[in-house]
Nanobody
Framework: QVQLVESGGGLVQPGGSLRLSCAAS????????MGWYRRAPGKQRELVAA???????NYADSVKGRFTISRDNVKNTVYLQMNSLKPEDTAAYYC?????????????????WGQGTQVTVSS
C-alpha cells in the first residue's frame, strides 16, 4: 500500500552533520504524522522527532536544538537535519508515516515503516 524509503545515513565525526530523507510512495490519499525513530544497540527504540501535516513538531529532549525535522507535503517526504552529532546519536534510524491510503473507491488507514538507515558518529 504505502512504502517508505530512507536515505542519507553514514559515518560522520563528532560535531558533524547529516541529513536523512524518507520518501513515501504508493496509494497515498493523505499523510498525517511523519516521524523519525532510532534504535541503538542494546537499547529500545525511541522517538527522535515527529511532525504533523500542519507542521507542528515534537523532539526528544536529547536532540532539541541540534536536530530539525521538516516535510514536503507535495513530495510526501520527511527530512531530519542532524547537526552537532554526538557518539550517543549512533543508531539505526527509522522513518514512520501514518495516514490514509486508497484502493479503488475504498480508503483505509496505514502506519508504515522504512527499512532503516545507519548513522554512526565516531572519530
Amino acid at each position: 500500500q504505502v512504502q517508505l524509503v530512507e536515505s542519507g545515513g553514514g559515518l560522520v565525526q563528532p560535531g558533524g552533520s547529516l541529513r536523512l530523507s524518507c520518501a513515501a510512495s504508493g496509494s497515498i490519499f493523505s499523510i498525517n504524522n511523519m516521524g523519525w525513530y532510532r534504535r541503538a544497540p542494546g537499547k529500545q527504540r525511541e522517538l527522535v522527532a515527529a511532525i504533523t501535516s500542519g507542521g507542528s513538531t515534537n523532539y526528544a529532549d536529547s536532540v532539541k536544538g541540534r536536530f530539525t525535522i521538516s516535510r514536503d507535503n507535495v513530495k510526501n517526504t520527511v527530512y531530519l537535519q542532524m547537526n552537532s552529532l554526538k557518539p550517543e546519536d549512533t543508531a539505526a534510524y527509522y522513518c514512520n508515516a501514518a495516514g490514509t491510503y486508497y484502493s479503488g473507491s475504498r480508503r483505509g488507514r496505514f502506519d508504515s515503516w522504512g527499512q532503516g538507515t545507519q548513522v554512526t558518529v565516531s572519530s
